[in-house]
């Protein structure tokens, strides 16, 4: 028998997970607004965590791009933008086949054309950067 609680990095970060289970009411696709966010990294951290409980609840969420402000059409553009003295963020959730549905139609079928290429081979700087390293950035070889 365990004589304590469950490790920590098993535990998942549902804080967010409210704001898409409202998406989810209001109807996949319906753009959503969460106003009044005090600072940008609480806004960042909204949208990072909108992303991840739709991981968790196996839906495709757009929250905008990651560390910047948006602009452009409310309507389309998703992301956090500023509104004077506080932030905004617009989000919507979709289901993973109208995430898909979505995707190929922006950008198409070539993936080579696409923001990320799940399928290419990795760059060797890309491996690199994955290796171990010891505490002066080298690479560590166990042989």
Request: aromatic share 10%; net charge positive.
């Amino acid at each position: 028998m365990g004589k304590g609680p469950p490790p920590q990095w098993n535990r998942r970060d549902c804080r967010f997970d409210h704001l898409v289970t409202a998406a989810m009411a209001k109807g996949y696709g319906r753009v959503l607004v969460y106003s009044g966010i005090e600072t940008w990294e609480r806004a960042d951290d909204i949208r990072r965590g909108i992303y991840r409980c739709a991981k968790h609840r196996g839906l495709t969420g757009d929250a905008g791009p990651a560390g910047q402000t948006v602009g452009g059409d409310p309507t389309e553009v998703m992301g956090i933008r500023k509104t004077g003295r506080t932030y905004e963020l617009r989000y919507r959730v979709w289901t993973k086949n109208q995430g898909r549905k979505r995707h190929l139609a922006t950008y198409g079928p070539d993936r080579s054309q696409w923001p990320y290429d799940p399928r290419r081979r990795a760059t060797a700087d890309e491996r690199a950067s994955w290796a171990n390293q010891n505490e002066l950035g080298e690479p560590v070889v166990h042989q």
